[in-house]
């Protein structure tokens, strides 16, 4: 993919374009709702509300700093990918679960940021749990979901008719079983052991809205009369992110790829998510009728990384915008929002927002080539 970063007054009249393509049925689509399931990356603010105030550092300036101008419980300085999309498709942002309103039917955000696609049993098995900063997985949020549906529709018929022009995004998850796991001690070739489990759980949450049979969701009826439509996204190069580049920095030269990566780590991320296409190839094998799309989240962010200057990352991919000193501005005694860190001037020249979430305009950035690049398989438009 070949874009540049553009300024905000000309993204902003492209994200019109956007919403106009997307109301006249472009690629075909014209999605009413939209609902998305995940971690932090994708959170608007369940996290927020749930947390223990030890967590609650995504409440406060400068998250939220960049479009909001608040926080908003937004995991970096403005929109998420999710944000991005739900506004390409004339909707508006979604609500968090937790502190949703009464009308729902445009759709319900149920990710919370620290998520595991695994249950705490699974990191409690693993010496982990210590590690968790939330107990609300995977499992819960789609439990959630199971309890809203009274609220979004009535009827079998109704339901099939609602649904056939929903979105859901499962993901981007399975990031923090790993990072867990790998901040509590754990190597490499462990976390490569739990890739199987993990990529799993994953398409075992998006067979569950799309099931035939034998699930608490009554999927299979909607089914039958109309695909519905789903977005499974894999993980970021985690060796690009400056918390793994600092707390698990290489031993010589060699451990970097030409980028400033560690290889290993991104590896790593590589292989977690050819398994998940592997999974979801099954998957729509055998759900034919269904859209079941994989959006490739390392790719497009290796675009940026590779090439920082033609998105306008001037201070390039990998130093972070808010932090607290250090050769990649990431310092886990002092992370962004706490005392000792501080934020830069301009976070659309960074694409990396505190050392382990991106800003605003790295997400932008994802959104726009998943929408319109070679990103998304099958494409989304």
Same mark, same amino acid.
């Given at each position: 993919?070949?874009?540049?970063?553009?300024?905000?007054?000309?993204?902003?009249?492209?994200?019109?374009?956007?919403?106009?393509?997307?109301?006249?049925?472009? &690629? %075909?689509?014209? =999605?009413?709702?939209?609902?998305?399931? +995940?971690?932090? *990356?994708? @959170?608007?603010?369940?996290?927020?509300?749930?947390?223990?105030?030890?967590?609650?550092?995504?409440?406060?300036?400068?998250?939220?700093?960049?479009?909001?101008?608040?926080?908003?419980?937004?995991?970096?300085?403005?929109?998420?990918?999710?944000?991005?999309?739900?506004?390409?498709?004339?909707?508006?942002?979604?609500?968090?679960?937790?502190?949703?309103?009464?009308?729902?039917?445009?759709?319900?955000?149920?990710?919370?940021?620290?998520?595991?696609?695994?249950?705490?049993?699974?990191?409690?098995?693993?010496?982990?749990?210590?590690?968790?900063?939330?107990?609300?997985?995977?499992?819960?949020?789609?439990?959630?979901?199971?309890?809203?549906?009274?609220?979004?529709?009535?009827?079998?018929?109704?339901?099939?008719?609602?649904?056939?022009?929903?979105?859901?995004?499962?993901?981007?998850? &399975? %990031?923090?079983? =790993?990072?867990?796991?790998?901040?509590? +001690?754990?190597? *490499?070739? @462990?976390?490569?052991?739990?890739?199987?489990?993990?990529?799993?759980?994953?398409?075992?949450?998006?067979?569950?809205?799309?099931?035939?049979?034998?699930?608490?969701?009554?999927?299979?009826?909607?089914?039958?009369?109309?695909?519905?439509?789903?977005?499974?996204?894999?993980?970021?190069?985690?060796?690009?992110?400056?918390?793994?580049?600092?707390?698990?920095?290489?031993?010589?030269?060699?451990?970097?790829?030409?980028?400033?990566?560690?290889?290993?780590?991104?590896?790593?991320?590589?292989?977690?998510?050819?398994?998940?296409?592997?999974?979801?190839?099954?998957?729509?094998?055998?759900?034919?009728?269904?859209?079941?799309?994989?959006?490739?989240?390392?790719?497009?962010?290796?675009?940026?990384?590779?090439?920082?200057?033609?998105?306008?990352?001037?201070?390039?991919?990998?130093?972070?915008?808010?932090?607290?000193?250090?050769?990649?501005?990431?310092?886990?005694?002092?992370?962004?929002?706490?005392?000792?860190?501080?934020?830069?001037?301009?976070?659309?020249?960074?694409?990396?927002?505190?050392?382990?979430?991106?800003?605003?305009?790295?997400?932008?950035?994802?959104?726009?080539?998943?929408?319109?690049?070679?990103?998304?398989?099958?494409?989304?438009?």
């Amino acid at each position: 993919m070949a874009i540049s970063r553009l300024s905000a007054l000309v993204a902003a009249l492209a994200c019109c374009c956007l919403v106009r393509l997307a109301q006249c049925g472009g &690629g %075909g689509q014209n =999605y009413t709702s939209m609902f998305s399931f +995940g971690d932090s *990356l994708t @959170d608007t603010g369940n996290l927020l509300v749930s947390s223990p105030l030890s967590f609650n550092i995504v409440g406060r300036f400068p998250y939220g700093m960049t479009y909001f101008h608040r926080p908003t419980g937004r995991c970096s300085d403005g929109r998420l990918v999710v944000d991005f999309l739900a506004q390409a498709f004339g909707l508006p942002l979604l609500q968090p679960y937790l502190s949703r309103g009464k009308d729902v039917r445009q759709g319900v955000n149920f990710a919370v940021g620290g998520a595991t696609a695994m249950d705490p049993p699974f990191f409690q098995g693993i010496g982990a749990s210590d590690k968790l900063w939330t107990n609300l997985s995977l499992s819960v949020q789609l439990d959630w979901f199971d309890k809203l549906k009274p609220s979004l529709c009535s009827s079998p018929k109704n339901c099939k008719k609602y649904f056939s022009r929903s979105l859901f995004l499962v993901g981007e998850i &399975g %990031g923090n079983d =790993y990072n867990y796991a790998l901040f509590k +001690g754990k190597t *490499l070739d @462990d976390a490569k052991s739990y890739v199987p489990t993990v990529s799993s759980a994953i398409i075992d949450a998006t067979e569950f809205l799309l099931c035939s049979a034998g699930c608490a969701l009554a999927a299979q009826r909607l089914i039958k009369g109309g695909a519905m439509h789903l977005v499974v996204p894999g993980n970021l190069p985690m060796g690009c992110s400056s918390a793994y580049l600092t707390l698990h920095p290489g031993r010589n030269s060699s451990d970097y790829d030409s980028v400033g990566c560690l290889k290993t780590y991104n590896e790593f991320a590589q292989r977690h998510n050819a398994m998940v296409q592997q999974k979801l190839q099954v998957l729509r094998l055998k759900y034919p009728k269904a859209r079941i799309m994989y959006a490739d989240y390392y790719g497009a962010a290796m675009s940026f990384a590779k090439n920082p200057k033609q998105f306008g990352f001037k201070q390039g991919p990998l130093k972070t915008c808010c932090g607290g000193g250090g050769p990649y501005n990431f310092n886990p005694t002092a992370s962004c929002g706490v005392r000792g860190s501080s934020v830069c001037a301009d976070p659309s020249a960074y694409a990396n927002w505190d050392g382990v979430h991106l800003t605003e305009a790295a997400y932008h950035a994802i959104a726009d080539s998943i929408l319109h690049g070679p990103y998304t398989s099958p494409r989304l438009l």
